[in-house]
């Protein structure tokens, strides 16, 4: 192998998810979530974004429809992970999901950034976060960085909505 780093600069794109119900992924990522639609292939596939972008997530059915969701213990995606821009974002949806009785499978400080998790309607993982500045990341003795998975006081980032 060499040595070659991927460029600082480069970002992950979009994701693609396959989906058993396009309209109940639908109601999830854009109903409750408030993804926007940007594009529809057919009945079987649809983009979405936010903030205009061409799409930020694919949903199909093009294999997938009609089916269970895929097992927990095998390979496969464990999470989709949404940035929000500001701490005050999450909290806005924190409420939005509490006001629909969505229901979070767990929330976590990371010490770079503060998260909840859900599964969508098809058992796929999806992180809701936002970063903190790096200066406030928490570093070790050597200067590495030190992620942690602590308590996150969902009470407290309420008061931010």
Do not use: C
């Not at 294999?63 to 949404?82: C, E, M, N, V």
């Not at 999901?97 to 859900?118: K, M």
């Not at 809701?128 to 602590?150: A, F, Q, V």
């Amino acid at each position: 192998m060499s040595n070659y780093q991927i460029p600082a600069d480069t970002r992950i794109g979009h994701i693609h998810l396959k989906v058993a119900d396009l309209d109940r992924s639908l109601s999830f990522y854009q109903g409750l979530l408030g993804f926007e639609i940007t594009q529809r292939y057919g009945a079987d596939a649809v983009f979405i974004s936010a903030g205009g972008y061409h799409h930020h997530i694919g949903l199909n059915t093009w294999y997938s429809k009609d089916s269970g969701p895929a097992p927990q213990r095998a390979p496969g995606l464990f999470h989709t992970a949404i940035v929000y821009p500001e701490r005050k974002d999450l909290a806005q949806i924190l409420k939005r999901l509490n006001d629909n009785g969505y229901p979070l499978t767990g929330a976590a400080d990371h010490g770079v950034s503060e998260a909840l998790y859900l599964n969508d309607p098809d058992g796929n993982g999806v992180e809701l976060y936002w970063d903190k500045p790096r200066e406030y990341w928490p570093l070790d003795e050597s200067g590495n960085l030190h992620m942690t998975s602590d308590h996150l006081d969902l009470q407290a980032l309420l008061k931010d909505a």
